[in-house]
C-alpha cells in the first residue's frame, strides 16, 4: 500500500506492508534513526514521535495510520524553539547518558510543555512515565524539562 504523510516538515510518499509498524516505516523506509526499537510493546518510549503535535509510540501505530498527516522527529524539531530549548535543557542538566531514551523523553515533553506550558514537577512525572531510561535516574530529565516550563513561565 502507498502512504502519503508529512515527515519533519517534508512531502513523502512510500510504499509499505499493510501490518508494519509506523516504528518500522521510519527507520527501515526514512531512515530516521532517532526513532528507537526498545520493546515494540509500547512500553518503553524509545520510539516516540509527534503524529500531528501528539506524542504517540510509534511501535504501536500502524504504518496506514499516518497516509495524510504530519510526523515529527526529534530530527524535525531542532530548529523549532520550544524544540531546541528542551533539547537544550538536557544537556545543560545532565539528562541523558548513552542517548538512546533521549529522543523519545524530548518529544514526549515537547508535547506536553505545548499543551501545558505552566507544567509542574508532578505533570512533568506523569506526562514522562511512558519513556523508559536505563542508564539514569529520573530526576534530572524532570529537571530539564521543569526549567523550560519555568523558564516559559517567566518570559510571559
Known sequence: MRVAFELDGEERTVETPPDRSLRELLREDCDARSVKAGCDGGRCGACTVLLDGDAVKACLVMAAKVDGRSVTTVEGIATGSLGREVQD???????????????????????HLDDDPD??????????????????GYEKIIDAVAAVAERRGDAE
Open 89 to 111: 535543557a538536557f544537556e545543560e542538566h545532565s539528562a541523558l547518558q548513552c542517548g538512546y531514551c533521549t529522543p523519545g523523553f524530548v518529544l514526549s515533553a515537547l508535547a
Open 119 to 136: 507544567a509542574d514537577r508532578e505533570a512533568l512525572r506523569s506526562a514522562l512515565s511512558g519513556n523508559v531510561c536505563r542508564c539514569t
